[in-house]
T-cell receptor
């Protein structure tokens, strides 16, 4: 679990500001997945990225949210003009290969808790 | 539309006894099921999984049972230990078809094991 590094652990933003959440995958992992957990809900898939490519963003809200995983550096989940409903825990997971044939269960980081005031 | 349901928000058991956590699903396309354990302020940790071609998978104190006809699975922990106290999430996905990273989670069950 400690292998996937997320920062910051806690982030407070006022309505209308931007939030940037960072995720460094486990060493040797080139597949990154972002999930969101709203209060008293289960985790929900947002986006799947490989280096420099977005593979599946079907879980991303259509506006204000974007994600990238550049060739160098961590993956970034960016939320523009945050609203109170964006308050949640955002978890990143990584895998060495696409999670295929039931292998490589996702390894999650400890999350970033975003609070919008 | 909740496709994975954990109807018990919480469960309390005595140390040494069996803990049984239940999970129901509605999507018949799900063919792979996982249990994750989560401590406060940490991320979910993979615990055990089961493919739909099996009805039981065991790993030490943890056993997962799958009843496909009832669309029901359960996690048994025996004997339960205080360190097992955590939130347990049931998750499912369609392993075939290429979207097997897209887990659908239940809302979780808080297990408390009393010494």
């Amino acid at each position: 679990n400690a292998g996937v590094m997320q920062n910051p652990r806690h982030l407070v933003r006022r309505r209308g500001q931007e939030a940037r959440l960072r995720c460094s995958p486990m060493k040797g992992h080139s597949h990154v997945y972002w999930y969101r957990q709203l209060p008293e809900e289960g985790l929900k898939f947002m986006v799947y990225l490989q280096k420099e490519n977005i593979i599946d963003e079907s879980g991303m809200p259509k506006e204000r949210f974007s994600a990238e995983f550049p060739k160098e550096g961590p993956s970034i989940l960016r939320i523009q003009q945050v609203v109170r409903g964006d308050s949640a825990a955002y978890f990143c997971a990584s895998s060495p290969t696409p999670t295929g044939n039931g292998g490589s269960p996702l390894h999650f980081g400890n999350g970033t808790r975003l609070t919008v005031t | 539309d909740q496709q994975v349901k954990q109807n018990s928000p919480s469960l309390s058991v005595q140390e040494g006894r069996i803990s049984i956590l239940n999970c129901d699903y509605t999507n018949s396309m799900f063919d792979y099921f996982l249990w994750y354990k989560k401590y406060p302020a940490e991320g979910p940790t993979f615990l055990i999984s089961i493919s739909s071609i099996k009805d039981k998978n065991e790993d030490g104190r943890f056993t997962v049972f799958l009843n496909k006809s009832a669309k029901h699975l359960s996690l048994h922990i025996v004997p339960s230990q205080p360190g097992d106290s955590a939130v347990y999430f049931c998750a499912a996905n369609k392993n075939s078809g290429g979207s097997n990273y897209k887990l659908t989670f239940g809302k979780g069950t808080l297990l408390t094991v009393n010494p």
